[in-house]
């Protein structure tokens, strides 16, 4: 049985000034990684599994999408379109949840290096109803952006890449105060930090926020858990000013419709976030070994599956901060969805085929 979003549990009167769709599964459950531990002798592991956001498609963007979808439909929009690389997980999001409140999902997407979770993503995307455009290059996307908000035949709304505006992170404040309350009932230990992927910075920033509203709230913990945001994308998209101007952001939204126990300073918020660049490799969207790594340790131990672009990197900073000690319980955020997809295998634009025949990108 699904339990109410916790955002809204806390603050009723917000679902009357924010629009939200219930797509997922909450509480996401929270886990005992103990076979990890040993193998690395560190203090206690878990694991918030949003990879089981949703059967159909979970991992960490059905947190962001509930709010922007809600959004485009409330303004009259007839198709959502999600901007991306051609492995984008908040493409493919889109596609499998924007028809359930009424929407026709589209993608824009330019060229990443190959792997084969780009690869098996964007034939799940192509094996949708999603109006996928693929461009060939990145310099295509601003034009491709300006065509579809011109045409004259359906109403559009286009997301920002990763759904990174304050509505997004205002998913992940709630589940935040999800956590907390998991804690609170005892289902877990307060961690002392959080491990994320960071690619758009929505999911740092939102949980940046939702851990200093959960410690102000009196739920889980007294003392916010640091959030240990491991870099995926370059800087200075991902540095830690980026997070927490967003994060702030994300504040002064949720406190103009809550009031005042809503509003974190830039400060403390900043403070709270630590930016791991250690494990970027090669760049974003190339696997790297460290990464290659930590996704074997997490099969043998039971833990969620990874991938190669966002969560094995975050798994290996997951991983080299238990085996050097780092004071405990830490708590890894698994954003990948672990729900099986079909995939297309015909009707592929020539160029795509042509990427999806290309040299698979090298690990750094």
Sequence with gaps: ???????????????????????????????????????????????????????????????????????????????????????????????????????????LLVPQPLTATAARNLRALYATDCRVVALRSAAELPVATVAVCARRDERAAVMTPGGAVPRG??????????????????????????????????????????????????IGWRDPPRIVAVRVTPWPVTSAAAIAALAAATSRVLARHVGPVARVGLRPLRAAVEVDARFLGGGYGRPSRAGAAAAAQFADAGG??????????????????ARAGAPGPLLYWASRSSAPQALATAGLPRHVRRWLAGPPARPG
């Design 169 to 218: 992170a205002l998913g992940h404040v709630s589940a935040a105060l999800e956590l907390a309350g998991q804690v609170a009932a005892g289902a877990c230990p307060a961690p002392a930090a959080i491990v994320v992927a960071c690619g758009s910075t929505c999911t740092a920033a939102g949980l940046s926020l939702g851990v200093h509203l959960a410690a102000r709230l009196g």
């Design 1 to 107: 049985m699904t339990a109410p979003i916790a955002l809204l549990s806390h603050f009723p009167g917000l679902a009357a000034r924010v629009p939200w769709a219930a797509l997922g599964n909450w509480p996401t459950p929270v886990e005992p990684l103990d076979a990890l531990a040993r193998q690395l002798g560190s203090s206690p592991l878990w694991v918030k599994r949003e990879d089981r956001a949703h059967p159909a498609f979970g991992g960490n963007k059905v947190r962001t999408l509930e709010t922007l979808l809600a959004r485009a439909a409330e303004a009259g929009a007839q198709r959502v379109w999600a901007t991306g690389a051609y492995g984008s997980n908040h493409a493919l999001c889109t596609a499998i949840h924007a028809p359930r409140v009424g929407l026709a999902a589209g993608a």
């Design 304 to 321: 969620p599956p990874l991938d190669e672009v966002y969560s094995a990197k975050s798994a290996a900073a997951f991983v080299a901060r």
